[in-house]
C-alpha cells in the first residue's frame, strides 16, 4: 500500500480515512469486480470533512492537501515561515511527495465500480462536490480557500519538483499544522502537558477600527514590528479605564500581523503554573507568539502573580526569543494596595518590602501604554465616525443628544459606550439609509460610504 511508504509524513491526524481510501485505490487497479464496504465508510467521512472545512472541487485532493497542511514534522516545521530548506530532509521529503502524488493520480471516480448497488455514482460525485456554503467551521475563510487552493494546484503539477515546490512555499505563507492555520489559541489543563486548542472564531477588528489612541497604537505597533523582525522588544501592559479598546487593540495587533507569522495564547490566572510548559511547547517554532493575558488583577490573597513574575522574569531558565507577554488591567499596579501597607507601625517590620514586592511585576513589563476615557468632545466624535460607518442617517445634534443619554446611563464616556449606542440605534429605529450622508457637514461619512468602506464597529 502506497501510505505505508511515507516517511516523514506518516503521523497524519485522519491516518485511517487516508490509509482505507488509499486501500481502495489499490483495489481499484487490481480487480474491477471485487467489492468494498469500506467505500461508504470513507466517502461519508470525506463529506463530514468538506462539511467542517468547507472543502468542495475533489474532495480526495482536498484531503490530501489538508493533510500536508496539518502535517507537522521535521521537514514541514523547518520550512514554515522561512520557506525552502537545504539538506537531507529535503531529499527525504522529496520521497514522500513522489507518494502522494501517486496518490493525486488516482481517479476516484472509478470507485464507483467498487459500490454495490444503490451507491453507483458516490465518487463521481465527490470529485466535483459542491457545497451552499463555502466558509469554514474551523479555520478561517482565507485560510480554507488556501487549502482548496493547493489541492488544485498539487493536482496540476507537471512533475514532483513543481508539486514539493507549492507544498513548501504554503509552509512559507501561511506555516503548519495548528499553528500555521490558526491564529489563537486558550490552554486547556489536564494530566500531564497542558494542550494548546485553537480558537477557531474570532473577532475580525483593525486598528483603524479603533478611534482615536493615535499615540498609544503606534507605541503598540512599535515594539511588535522590532518583535517580529528580531528585534529587541519588551512585555507590554495595557491599562486605563474599562471600554478604551485595550483588549481590541491587542486583538487588532493579532490581526494586523498575523500573516508575518504572529500568534497570541490566551491565559488565565490559575493557569499561570502552566506557562513555563507552555513556552517549551512553542519555542523552537518559526513563530512568534503573545502570551495573551485579559483584565489582568490581583487580590492580597491570590499568590498567582508571583508565579508570572518568575515567567517574565527571574528563572533559571533562558526566555524564549520568540514570546512575550502583552495583558491589559484596569488597575496601574496589578495587585491590590492597602494604606495598611504603607504604614510605618505594621504587623509586617519590612513594610517597605511588602510594598516593592507588590510593584515589582509591573517593573517588569517594559511598556506600559495608559488608555484613558476619552472627553465629551471625544466621545462625541467616537459616535460620529461609527455612526458614518453604519450609514446611520440623523442630524448631528439629535444624535449626540441622545448619545450623551445614552452614556449617563450606561457606563459613561468610553469607546465600548459609543459602539453599544450605535447598536441599540441600528436595533432600534429605521433611520438608517444606504449612501445618504450622517448630515451635510459630515464628508468624511460621504467619503467612506462612497469608496464601499463598511467597517465593523469596535469590540
Not at 475533489?58 to 539538506?87: D, Q, R
Request: charged share 30%; aromatic share 10%.
Amino acid at each position: 500500500m502506497k501510505s505505508q511508504e511515507l516517511i516523514l509524513y506518516r503521523n497524519l491526524n485522519h491516518r485511517e480515512l487516508f490509509d482505507k481510501t488509499a486501500g481502495l485505490l489499490s483495489l481499484e487497479q487490481r480487480s474491477k469486480t471485487e467489492t468494498m464496504p469500506d467505500s461508504y465508510a470513507c466517502a461519508g467521512q470525506l463529506i463530514e470533512l468538506a462539511a467542517s472545512y468547507g472543502f468542495e472541487g475533489n474532495l480526495w485532493h482536498c484531503f490530501l492537501a489538508f493533510c500536508l497542511a496539518n502535517n507537522e514534522n521535521a521537514y514541514s516545521t523547518s520550512c514554515e515561515i522561512v520557506g525552502p530548506m537545504e539538506g537531507t530532509l529535503n531529499e527525504l521529503a522529496a520521497h514522500d511527495f513522489r507518494v502522494i502524488m501517486e496518490l493525486f493520480d488516482y481517479d476516484i471516480r472509478k470507485l464507483d465500480r467498487l459500490t454495490p448497488g444503490e451507491g453507483k455514482g458516490i465518487w463521481t460525485a465527490l470529485s466535483d462536490y459542491r457545497t451552499a456554503e463555502v466558509s469554514s467551521k474551523i479555520y478561517n475563510k482565507r485560510i480554507r480557500d488556501q487549502i482548496v487552493a493547493l489541492a488544485v494546484a498539487l493536482e496540476q503539477a507537471g512533475d514532483e519538483t513543481v508539486f514539493a515546490s507549492e507544498v513548501t512555499e504554503f509552509y512559507r505563507r501561511f506555516g503548519v499544522g495548528k499553528f500555521g492555520l490558526n491564529k489563537a489559541f486558550r490552554i486547556e489543563d489536564g494530566v500531564g502537558e497542558p494542550q494548546i486548542l485553537p480558537i477557531t472564531s474570532m473577532e475580525h477588528v483593525r486598528l483603524d477600527d479603533i478611534i482615536g489612541y493615535r499615540l498609544q497604537k503606534q507605541k503598540l505597533i512599535e515594539n511588535t514590528e522590532a518583535f517580529l523582525n528580531g528585534r529587541a522588544a519588551n512585555n507590554v501592559l495595557l491599562f486605563g479605564d474599562s471600554g478604551t479598546g485595550k483588549s481590541s487593540s491587542i486583538k487588532a495587533i493579532l490581526n494586523e500581523y498575523y500573516d508575518r507569522g504572529l500568534r497570541i495564547i490566551e491565559v488565565y490566572k490559575h493557569q499561570f503554573k502552566s506557562l513555563s510548559k507552555v513556552q517549551e511547547q512553542v519555542k523552537d517554532r518559526n513563530y512568534k507568539f503573545i502570551i495573551y493575558m485579559d483584565d489582568l488583577s490581583f487580590e492580597d490573597s491570590e499568590l498567582e502573580y508571583k508565579y508570572l513574575k518568575a515567567i517574565i522574569e527571574g528563572g533559571l531558565g533562558k526566555k524564549p526569543g520568540n514570546v512575550l507577554i502583552y495583558a491589559t488591567s484596569n488597575r496601574r499596579h496589578l495587585i491590590r494596595e492597602k494604606f495598611s501597607d504603607k504604614r510605618e507601625l505594621d504587623d509586617d517590620l519590612h513594610n517597605n518590602d511588602t510594598v516593592q514586592e507588590k510593584l515589582s511585576l509591573v517593573a517588569r513589563f517594559g511598556v506600559t501604554i495608559y488608555f484613558g476615557s476619552p472627553d465629551r468632545r471625544e466621545f462625541q466624535e467616537i459616535v460620529k465616525e461609527l455612526a458614518a460607518r453604519s450609514d446611520i442617517n440623523m442630524p448631528l445634534e439629535e444624535l449626540y443628544a441622545k448619545a450623551n443619554i445614552w452614556e449617563l446611563n450606561h457606563g459613561g464616556l468610553s469607546g465600548r459606550t459609543a459602539s453599544q449606542f450605535i447598536t441599540h440605534i441600528l436595533g432600534t429605529t429605521d433611520e438608517r439609509t444606504a449612501g445618504i450622508p450622517l448630515c451635510p457637514e459630515s464628508k468624511s461619512g460621504k467619503m467612506k460610504r462612497q469608496s464601499g468602506i463598511n467597517k465593523k464597529l469596535p469590540g
